[in-house]
């Protein structure tokens, strides 16, 4: 694995399970641009089917107006109590209406996904992403905004 920083890596947390010491999702919200879903999937208004990045600089710049008061605002589960679409497209059955248990879906991920594109395409992929698209979020913020 690419890793250009020496000091990111994974760690395990009794209270957050497998985690890393950098998100780049978490980056993307604290910079208002967009909330959590209920597996975990950053729900932008491109939609939570997308990669983000960061970079670091020292610099002022001015403040992005977030469009959202909660951390979860934009999810139709959390906003209006309806949807879960992601659970059912889960094949590890990673995501219930608790949220998304990150220690069953690196299972899968390690145990099923990596064997099989191994096997069929001859690449190292833990890869899944099936909770991020076929869902009402997968390209937009699918509750209205105020």
Sequence with gaps: MLQISSVFEFRRSDK????????????AFVSGL??????????????????CGSVIIRSA????????ESHN??????SKGTCMKCADRCPAGAINQYGHDKDKCREYQRNTIVPFTRQKYALESTCCGLCQVGVPCENCIPVRLK
């Excluded at 957050?16 to 980056?27: D, F, M, P, Q, T």
């Excluded at 710049?61 to 959202?68: G, K, L, V």
């Excluded at 605002?73 to 959390?78: A, M, N, S, T």
Aim: charged share 15%.
């Design 34 to 51: 967009g909330t959590f879903g209920l597996c975990d999937g950053l729900i932008t208004a491109a939609g939570k089917a997308m990669r």
């Design 73 to 78: 605002e934009y999810c139709l589960h959390f």
């Design 16 to 27: 957050y399970g497998y985690a890393s010491n950098w998100s780049e999702r978490h980056v």
């Design 61 to 68: 710049i001015t403040q992005t107006p977030r469009q959202y």
